[in-house]
């Protein structure tokens, strides 16, 4: 984006640092786990889309995919790669029973109040102390906009403790079970895959 007409870069853009989550290890995870569940026409959301990667790898796979984001840089991002994106507040903007399939691969890493700063990255990557900071209000909104036979991918890591997170999916109405993992040097990242009881 120009600085006004200047046709000069605005100072934001200057800073040095990604201001949207880019695609990594645990991005591609969550897409290869999404593909294995679209058919053509499957409406799907990704949800804290960033740079639109997940909802593209779903578009691919044949789904009618959009993107949500609470920041307008990733919606900006998103759009720019060609994926149609809303912005708001998890799956807030979308009507109850609309969707066959939602893949959320949210800031799950464990983070220290002290360790935080305040921008859209820290929102992207701080998932609070036990990590869940998004994971549960996720969990007790999506079942809300899931068709009957709809599921929720949710990707998660082990230090997020992946069984509390399909206990406290139960206990917000959801079947929950592991679908897909990959170790790394710290951490196993999980997908957990949730569907209405």
Known sequence: M????????SLADQRGVES??????????????????VVPGTRALDV?????????EMADAGADAVG???SPLACRQAYEHG??????????????????????????LP?????????????ALSGGE???????PFLASVGRVLAPDGVALLLVSSLTDPDAVLEYGADHGLTGERVASESHPYEELVVLRFSPK
Do not use: K
């Open 20 to 37: 949207v989550y880019q695609p990594a290890e645990d991005s591609a995870l969550l897409a290869r786990t999404a593909r294995e569940h």
């Open 130 to 136: 036990d990590g869940r900071r998004l994971v549960d």
């Open 48 to 56: 804290g889309t960033g740079s639109g990667y997940v909802a593209a």
């Open 83 to 108: 994926v149609p994106v809303v912005r708001g507040n998890l799956v807030d903007p979308f009507q109850s029973g609309s969707l066959d399939l939602v893949a959320f691969n949210p800031p799950y």
């Open 111 to 123: 983070t220290p109040s002290e360790a935080e700063w305040d921008d859209w990255m820290e929102h």
């Open 2 to 9: 120009g600085d006004g007409d200047s046709g000069r870069p």
């Open 68 to 70: 949500v984001d609470l």
